[in-house]
């Protein structure tokens, strides 16, 4: 008989079979992460908005540029997005696969997916304005997503991948930016704080719901400085194209509620650790000291002009600016491969032991 100790290693190496890649992030003690599942929006958005009936797609040039062979794949950056970066320096993949990549092999399933899907949020009418995956439709994929791994690996073996796994939710900056702010549907039933806490509800749900279905290491990515984005600049930022303030201080008066609620959720749900990442602290600390960073340009995006293109806006068409690592966005809305580098760095050195 194994012990189970003697189990898990096995087990844990049989995950990682196939893939020869070091991990370099040091984990406490009989730590082990056998997969990482995203859900969320564009951050970690890995192609499952490539067959979707929607416009906020990025399986085209100039996207990718920097990724395999130059390969547009539907992340919404010139190279790798963060879930990206996080399964390589566990030494589970280099790449996290969409859900619905229909490439995908056994194999693949048991190192983790992404469900996420650019343009979707925690308020229902976010997904619905963008024609994309709601959490809720996320959700739904997690569940045959976990019929599948008992189908491949047994009950036993889908339960300790769910239980150790590494989960990522990140969402909230399409509401506030597009939602409520630039499209402004919600500014009619909300204020600011009331359409705030919509938000932290639906995401303490979704938090619950995953929980359920065995969830235990969660991180809780709270909103960016979303005023300072370039395209929020154009919108909203006056000639200058400053950083917006109440954008900002709208990301703000959310993430002073997410932080409680993840906390209280921790505290109350058994053998959990559910963790509030901050990634507004870290990226405005890029935006005010860029040099400090070796960066030279935060206030417009590498493709095009950079004030306004995302998604098909930036296309094969535009002229991409001559080196992207000295730019911390690589289009108006989403961060070059150099910037999220930075930041998940940050985030991981911060807080991978608060998940144990």
């Known amino acids: ?33 056998p997969a990482v599942i995203a859900f969320g929006d564009s951050i970690v958005d890995q192609g499952a908005n490539n067959n979707l009936n929607t416009l906020i797609k990025a399986n085209f040039p100039p996207y990718g540029k920097d990724f395999v062979a130059g390969k547009p794949t539907g992340r919404f950056s010139n190279n790798k997005t963060p879930a990206d970066m996080i399964v390589d320096e566990l030494g589970l993949k280099e790449f996290l696969p969409a859900y619905l990549d229909p490439s995908l092999d056994d194999k693949e399933f048991l190192n983790g997916v992404s469900f996420a899907s650019g343009g979707s949020g925690y308020d229902p009418q976010t997904p619905k304005l963008a024609a994309v995956l709601s959490f809720e439709d996320q959700l739904k994929q997690f569940k045959e997503y976990i019929e599948k791994l008992k189908s491949i690996v047994g009950e036993e073996k889908t339960q300790f991948i769910l239980a150790n796994a590494l989960y990522l939710v990140v ?16 500014r009619l039933q909300y204020d600011i704080p009331s359409y705030t806490d919509l938000m932290v509800s639906s995401a303490s749900n979704f938090i619950q719901d995953i929980y359920k279905l065995g969830a235990r290491r969660i991180g809780v990515f709270g909103a960016p400085p979303i005023g300072c984005l370039p395209s929020q600049r154009t919108l909203a930022g006056g000639g200058l194209r400053l950083c917006s303030e109440e954008y900002n201080q709208a990301a703000q008066l959310y993430n002073s509620k997410l932080q ?3 906390e209280y959720l921790n505290s109350t749900l058994s053998q959990s650790r559910i963790v509030y990442i ?5 990226l405005l600390a890029i935006i005010e000291n860029p040099l400090q960073y070796d ?3 935060v206030d417009r995006g590498c493709c095009g002009t950079g004030n306004i293109e995302v998604s098909i806006l930036c296309n094969k068409l535009l002229p991409t ?6 730019y911390l966005f690589w289009d108006s809305y989403h961060p070059t491969n150099k910037g999220y580098s930075i930041l998940v760095d940050q985030v991981i050195a911060k807080y991978i032991n608060d998940f144990y």
């Open 295 to 297: 960066i030279e340009v």
């Open 1 to 33: 008989m194994y012990s189970s100790s003697s189990l898990t290693i096995y087990f844990f190496s049989f995950l990682l079979l196939g893939y020869h890649g070091e991990a370099r992030i040091t984990l406490p003690p009989n730590a082990t992460v």
């Open 321 to 326: 600016c001559p080196d992207d690592s000295k």
């Open 171 to 186: 969402a909230g900056s399409d509401d506030l930016a597009n939602t409520y702010f630039t499209i402004g549907i919600r």
């Open 278 to 282: 901050d990634i507004y602290n870290p």
């Open 260 to 262: 409680p609620q993840i």
